[in-house]
């Protein structure tokens, strides 16, 4: 793109209603249309000044705080991407994983570490019923601490992935479809398959289908939600999105098979997860450190998980798909028969086939984090891009 | 602060006698008043220049190195802050934590990191007789390696707490402490109660309340030193805040119950702290990882702290001190009556009256970090703050 | 330096025939002796640059991966103090220990922290037969990334050390012994004693004596390999280092003694390093994460390395070297007899006499390692270096 391109997409912002100065990234179906469309055009920017070779750089200096309460590579290496590329240092809170901090001690701690800092990544995921509060206590305290004249500013905290939601995966999935088909409104009408699929492996966590249809109910899109009997998710968050669906013209129902789920689909995004009641479950054993009792756990969640093992993306199954040239999603890593394992969610051939627009989907998500976070610490966001286009500092001078 | 009045404060730099280029910051009572003062104002010039959005980073790029010998989350984001706020990037240098390194080791060590480092900040305050002796070692090396030839610049080692001073911590208080009365001059006189409190822990450094003495001695304070029989300080620590407190016009004297302590007292300081013994007992059970043998001190140390669980900050005793209305100090996190444990240091309706005064009081910290690797760095600190300031990048674009 | 000698080495680089954009620098022996002599001049022009303090900051924003599976302090900070000379922020790549990714996930995992990435530094020198190929594995999917268009460019893979070639060590050596000797045709006819020698540790890795006569032998000197029976180099290392040898007009032969090999030599290398076929055992056991057996190993290797005590750098022996004063190197750290072992490599006051030489010679790493990666990234780095001499950005304003 071109400065005066770039410019061009800047001011496409103009006239959108935004209210996320000062405020957290946490749920997209908390943020309106506006915002959402905000954020994709900010991460369209940040690439694309990037690629122009003009530095991004917001901050000559200033800390972002990354709290992962889960192993996480992707997720860890997009985030401090994100933060380089706006000129974030990057230092790691590490508590005690099975150990979540509560009250006086979320406060405080919210409070130290932010004196100097700008954004807080948060990846909480693995406890069902707590992530979300957690990213939401912390933000109550950086409210508290700036309006107390305790810190200079306002940090940001985007959600790295938690029990309920994951935006920066779900936003950086749907950024993808924008550019594969053309544009945010070519989504409308356009069927999307979020089916379970077959994991050797349990306790993945449920905001990644979650946030797949809680987005994918914004843009008119017909949404099939499948999994096997058990594998529910959040109901509230599934209910949700049948609202949401329907109030953008769109359309949301279930399905009890792939290959009902696959049929005529523009998109299927097939992938394991853990039944809702197993995540439940598991959450005193987690705090308890009870290995015993979740390996019990496991075996008998694998034991059921292994009658649902035609629940796999096979070639036959996307030959069901529109054309059968349906676009294949995942979040990565997937389990690939053969290959990763035995039997998994998706076929070798499948796999290969779209290797790449999974790992162009996956590029999406630095440049969503940083929007997220500009959004956040920007008054006029416009403003500030345009600032920084105007600045044209060389990113590179090889 | 506006530009011109920044330019005040770096201009009374002017007249103080500073030996503090190439040399580490390890304890306040090695530093002159003029070089206390300094660093006072080195780090108001470096807060007021980053709230008025003028970069102080010294450096395009450059090494922090950060060694804690012990697990930290508020002073390892105070040293992240600061090098970064300076432009340096931190590295950590993670030996093994029951292994203190010695003699040829350290000494190479100190060369091998620091071939490009401006800066070493080490905490090391479990291993009493030890912490301040290898930081000593530390410098040592680095004088040898710097005169050698082999290191191109002297980087500066910052104690980040050692077994005998915590001159971050304390120096940070101080500056809270000049802010919140007016200035340094107004400390002549107040009183000041540093008292051990209880708390279910054991094994608190001694470093805070020695830090507190050796500095709050400097300025004529009346100083009053409290704890149950068997938890004294470093007698040396102690002898020389007597004798500082008189040099001073200021009085030091000790007191055998908080409620002493307390009467009429400006600013307190309830902590908890172990006993003299029970640390020197602690540390060949560390170096041989006596988990069976630090179980059963705990346990005693435990169980005699147990005595004095009167000694906590309440209401009551605050209306002991001076109209009522003394400071509340804590370098926090503070054990907290009902919210962090069943009984602890200070009262739940004491703490919260005061919280946003001990989050306030941290916030100084990294600025005194930060003040003191330039302080060690720059042969004319008031040339280089000019410049800094002359310079007016922005720290940020927003 | 001054800016006019910096210019006149960076004109040093014109016309050698460099084939280093875009690609990895693995061993020394794929590189050609232009390839090898821009390393140096890079590496020179980038400490002259930084003592003129002329920051050769290539980007503004960036990030380095860092995937040590080994532990590391040396080349951990070389390699951070590189990458931050050249503005990349380090982000590390944690894997478990044990386990070494293949084919797929490897793949994957190589997009997956490129996107935003310029270089990656990898150290894996415990698995005989599998360190080297990893690295190549990570370069090939970079490279199908790239062309996919998937990356937005290749980023460069540094060997920070393999179960081959410690390329980063033994450039660094030998631009040691450039300045030592007043220029790399001055090694022509050098004679140079890579000799194993006692130490009361095992399982060290052959990469460093590989690394040391794979690149000795491309100047044209006289290389002594010595050892006692069994404890071999891979075959192939020391095969290629005799053909070399010859072919750059200098000799290579083998010695049964240290006494044999130090005879007149110019340069002596000390250093023990584990048999051969105790690292191929190593495998298979560290794979299984089979502590006995690793200890049994451990047991019999050690006993085994006992009968060669005698293997130690005394002064008896360095009166055997030319004139008595060959110079003494050492990758560090060594294993120093009464110091940091009873018996060890070398003898306390030989090293004592050129310990400074062994941290000046640590001291050229950083460098070599920025000019490897420059390399890499440079489509014209004489162009690119002339550019950041005309910048003259100051790193440091103190």
Redesign the interface.
């Given at each position: 793109m071109t400065k005066s391109e770039i410019q061009t997409l800047i001011d496409s912002l103009a006239g959108k209603k935004l209210d996320m100065f000062r405020k957290d990234f946490l749920l997209t179906w908390e943020k309106s249309r506006d915002e959402i469309d905000a954020t994709f055009i900010v991460a369209d920017v940040l690439r694309a000044m990037?690629?122009a070779n003009i530095?991004p750089?917001?901050?000559?200096?200033?800390?972002a705080?990354s709290n992962f309460r889960d192993n996480s590579?992707?997720t860890?290496?997009?985030f401090?991407?994100a933060c380089?590329?706006?000129?974030l240092?990057?230092?790691d809170?590490d508590e005690g994983k099975s150990q979540i901090a509560h009250?006086?001690?979320v406060r405080?701690?919210a409070?130290?570490?932010s004196?100097?800092?700008e954004a807080i990544g948060i990846r909480d995921d693995m406890y069902l019923g707590e992530g979300d509060k957690y990213q939401r206590e912390v933000g109550k305290a950086l409210d508290e601490?700036f309006a107390?004249?305790?810190l200079?500013d306002r940090p940001t905290v985007v959600n790295l992935q938690s029990d309920i939601d994951h935006p920066t995966q779900s936003m950086a999935d749907f950024l993808h479809l924008a550019h594969y088909f053309g544009g945010l409104d070519k989504l409308k009408g356009k069927k999307i398959a979020m089916t379970w699929a077959y994991s050797p492996s349990y306790g993945k966590p449920l905001s990644v289908p979650q946030g797949i249809i809680g987005l994918a109910s914004r843009f008119g899109m017909d949404i099939v939600l499948a999994h096997p009997e058990g594998y529910d998710l959040i109901p509230e968050v599934v209910e949700l999105s049948q609202k949401q669906a329907t109030a953008s013209g769109g359309s949301f129902r279930r399905a009890t098979s792939m290959d009902e789920a696959f049929n005529d689909a523009d998109i299927v995004y097939p992938k394991s997860w853990a039944p809702y009641n197993v995540m439940l479950e598991r959450v005193p054993l987690l705090h308890a450190n009870d290995q015993a009792g979740l390996k019990e756990l496991e075996k008998s969640c694998l034991a059921n998980n292994a009658k649902f093992k035609d629940w796999e993306c096979t070639e036959e199954k996307m030959k069901l798909t529109k054309a059968g040239k349906a676009l294949y999603m995942h979040c990565?890593?997937a389990d690939?028969t053969d290959?990763?394992c035995k039997a998994g969610e998706v076929a070798a051939s499948v796999f290969d086939r779209y290797r790449?627009d999974t790992?162009?989907e996956?590029?999406y998500?630095?440049y969503i984090i940083a929007a997220m976070i500009l959004l956040g610490?920007?008054?006029d966001p416009a403003a500030?891009l345009t600032?920084?286009l105007e600045?044209g500092?060389?990113?590179?001078?090889?």
């Open positions: 990037r690629e530095s750089r917001l901050w000559d200096s200033g800390i705080v590579t992707r860890r290496f997009s401090a991407s380089d590329l706006l000129g240092y990057i230092q809170l009250g006086e001690t405080e701690t409070n130290m570490i004196f100097l800092s601490g107390a004249g305790v200079p990565l890593p690939i290959v990763s790449d790992y162009r996956a590029s998500k630095p610490k920007a008054k500030t600032r920084l600045r500092s060389a990113r590179s001078v090889l």
